[in-house]
């Protein structure tokens, strides 16, 4: 069975999951600069630096970012937040048909 992408009909395929993983690249660069300064005490030249370090992601890795997880004790939350309006709903009902017949 010969599997093609529709577009570029290449035949070459990578997982979702490592195309995410290979996407990440460490970033580390420093910059040195000068400028001259003119004020009221005269010119001067002055100097400085930065660094910076982080991380990089290019789009295709954060296009194919897994999903969230979602935390068990909210869905029980909202399953109970939805079943006591419905269990007072079912509690009125009985009552009202109850008493009626």
Not at 47 to 71: D, I, Y
Not at 80 to 86: A, Y
Request: charged share 20%; with cysteine; hydrophobic share 40%.
């Amino acid at each position: 069975m010969k599997i093609e992408c529709p577009q570029c009909e290449s035949n070459e395929f990578t997982k979702r999951s490592l195309v995410y993983a290979q996407g990440f690249s460490a970033l580390e660069a420093r910059s040195h600069g000068w400028g001259l300064v003119f004020g009221a005490g005269g010119a001067g030249i002055r100097l400085g630096s930065a660094k910076t370090k982080g991380r990089v992601q290019p789009r295709l890795s954060q296009r194919f970012t897994p999903p969230h997880k979602r935390s068990y004790w909210k869905i029980i939350l909202w399953w109970l937040v939805g079943l006591l309006p419905l269990e007072f709903l079912l509690g009125y009902l009985d009552m009202v048909l109850g008493h009626s017949a």
